[in-house]
């Protein structure tokens, strides 16, 4: 909605300045959402006169002027055929860029002659499509007037957004009433006057809606004939006014819909009456009819669209669009005005289901004042008799007016117990008076008759809002909330802080977080694990979206295969979020999944390693360790489900029941029914399966650090082919838990020499002394418990 600084203050007595009124709109809970002033936009361009103007020594075309300017008699080169000597225009100075010109103007030579900037003409000024000639000004208007005086274009137009629940402020006036009762002036806006007719109308009206239910769809409609009118331009202030908030004037009657439309939030319609044939009447649509509309488009209407007809037909979608059949034209003699009364849902509803955006549409289907149905005609009719004279008839009314007189009841206390503000029962008072609500005290509770131009006022806490929103939000009172704790408690849980921390060394470790949908394809929920029926969708938003997941995997490959496609070869996605076991809320899991595909990448220092089962391993127990998880007392087993690659891909387990992670290389048989180019890696982690941190003290256990040297020795033992190295690992660990700081794998060696069936794995044992050195014998004790505690769990022989 926009509208300009003089066509407010036609409905508002102030002295503020513009920036008051802006302002005043921002504190009273307008959207302003830009002031467009055009006179800086046109400040460098100002009146000159042409002192003598020559031909080009050096073209035909081109004329020679002498300009004077307020800054002194300058050579302008001017290609114009009126330019002349005497003539009065406007010029554009060196370094200045008129509206429709595409380059900023310098001092430049034109077949030889300096030119020092440009006369202009209406076309590059933004003012019209005349381009034949410069601007030619009448009289002898003062050189270096601006030109946004000379064209009437130093007025601002305010720029603001309307909220659905306030259809009063669709017109200046409705603004203008907010603003007066927010003490930013007096209102002003006149009442239209009643103008008697001079005959009967010629042309009646009807509402045809025999079906019950759909006398709604337009409630009222009133007409009046105008005979014996001048249709033309609009006044040279209407115009302006008109452009100014971005309408293209075309001839006074239309322009005179176009101003009461954004004057007072009354949409109207005018059909040359002799055009018409028959009665017209509003009734509901029928399929197959058809209608020109003034957009130049031809639409089709619906049996639930209200439209307006003639004997012919539709001549137009009610509270929409009218034809242009029946539209007005310079050689218009008798006119018949429409104002009638449309329903806001119906019309939003016509107005989507056909594409059509009109002001029109716009302000019906957010309400109109239902009873300004008769002062909006005598309103249009005033203006109609004003700009293109004529005589008009009684004014035909059909219909009933559908408002409700409406009485909310008001305890002024509430205003202080909602918003904590203080005002007295005189300011209410004022403030409601104001905004045009007719107010009954007496006692705690007061009676308050809403205007039929405020729809949205339902019920006690709507008054108080308006009276807190005129008085100003800005005197709400501020206080501080109590101090609960010296020291803030932490605000996420400590699930939300485990996911925090897992994304964040997802992300350390090369990996992008993706996020992917909740679904995913049948045949793929039931290649990892799922698809049972319950977790089928009833209402899939696509076939290849039609099953919860049970795994966030699935979707996360797909992901990695798309980038593939696209060219990136090596990739790393993680993605923490949902899987479903089952319908029930306890069978949602939290997983962290990770996926990497590619790698070996060349390089001058040699080929980067490839992504294997082991760097999936260490990528899940890094993000196990980072989440609390006691990943020094996991177990690695090689169970993993069925869409991991046998012998290439384990679980790691707390205790024999718990699994916190499982790792590996994806099946090939998986990949293949995904389409997906192997070998793709992944691991999945369960967030919400790791214990929670057993509480401690509120002081730190002493961290103690030996003095003395550690020590390393290696043990290379003979197993079976099937012995795991995490069971020899944890053997010899045990072996002496007060000495044994560290147990690691340093190589595996398999061949004939070691026996059919049978490996070779080597451990490197690290000994801690905290209460002195060890010696020979101490050390030789310790070794002879890891041989025997390693024999004893696996049958291991140390090797000769």
Known sequence: MKFTLSWLKEHLETDASLEDIVEGMIRIGLEVE???????????????????????????????????????????????????????????????????????????????????????????????????????????????????????????????????????????????????AAGMGTLKTPEPKVIPGAFQSPQDVDLRFPEAGTQEACSRFAGRYVRGIKNGPSPQWLQTRLKAIGLRPINALVDITNYVSYDRARPLHVYDADKLKGVIHARLGREGEKFLALDGNEYEVTAQDCVIADDTGVLGLGGIMGGEDTGCTEATVNVFIECAYFDPIRTARTGRSSTIMSDARYRFERGVDPRFVLPGMELATQMVMDFCGGEPSEIVDRGHDIWQDKVVSFRPARVLELTGMELGEDEMIGILTALGFDVKT???????????????????????????????????????????????????????????WARRE????????????????????????????????????????????????????????????????????????????????????????????????????????????????ADALAILAEVGAPVASLQATPDAPAWYHPGRSGTLRMGPKMVLAHFGELHPGVLKLMDVKGPVFAFETYLDVVPAPRKKGKTRAVYNVSDYQAVERDF?????????????????????KVLIDAVSVFDVFEGPSIGEGKKSVALSVTLQPTEGTLT????????????????????????G
């Open 442 to 500: 007496g006692g705690k509770v007061w009676s308050i008759d809403v205007p039929s131009w405020r729809p949205d006022i339902e019920g006690e806490v709507d008054i108080v809002e308006e009276v807190s929103h005129i008085h100003g939000f800005e005197h709400l009172p501020t206080t501080p909330l109590p101090r609960l704790d010296v020291v803030a408690k932490p605000v996420l849980t400590l699930r939300q802080s485990r996911h925090r």
């Open 506 to 617: 997802a992300a350390s470790r090369g990996f992008y977080e993706a996020v992917t949908y909740s679904f995913t394809h049948q045949p793929w929920a039931e290649a990892f694990g799922g698809g049972a029926e319950t977790l089928k969708l009833a209402n899939p938003i696509s076939s290849e979206l039609a099953a919860m997941r049970p795994s966030v995997l699935p979707n996360l490959v797909a992901a990695v295969q798309r980038n593939v496609d696209r060219g990136v070869g090596e990739i790393a996605l993680f993605e923490l979020g949902p899987q479903y076991r089952g319908a029930e809320p306890d069978d949602q899991d939290a997983v962290l999944a990770g996926v990497r595909r590619g790698g070996g990448t060349r390089s001058w220092t040699g080929a980067m390693k490839a992504p294997d089962v082991f760097a999936m391993k």
């Open 34 to 180: 830009e002031v467009i002033n055009p006179a800086e936009v046109y400040a460098p361009f100002k009146v000159a006169y042409v002192k003598e103007a020559k031909p080009h020594p050096d073209a035909d075309k081109l004329r020679v002027c002498q300009v004077e300017t307020d800054e002194g008699v300058l050579e302008v080169v001017c290609g114009a055929p009126n330019a002349k000597t005497g003539l009065y225009g406007i010029f554009a100075p060196v370094g200045s860029q008129p509206p429709n010109v595409d380059f900023v103007l310098k001092k430049a030579k034109i077949r030889g002659v300096e030119s020092n900037g440009m006369l202009c003409s209406e076309r590059e000024m933004g003012i019209s499509e005349e381009h034949d000639g410069i601007i030619e000004l009448a009289g002898e208007p003062k050189i270096g007037t601006p030109f946004a005086e000379i064209a009437g274009l130093d007025d601002p137009v305010i720029d603001f957004e309307v909220t659905p629940n306030r259809p009063d402020w669709n017109s200046v006036a409705g603004i203008a009433r907010d603003l007066a």
């Open 776 to 799: 020979d014998k101490e050390i030789e004790a310790v070794a002879d418990k890891v041989v025997a505690a390693v024999k004893k769990s696996s049958g291991g022989e140390l090797r």
């Open 716 to 736: 290379a033992f003979v197993v079976g082919a099937d012995v795991t190295a995490d069971s020899l690992m944890r053997a010899a660990k045990g072996a002496d």
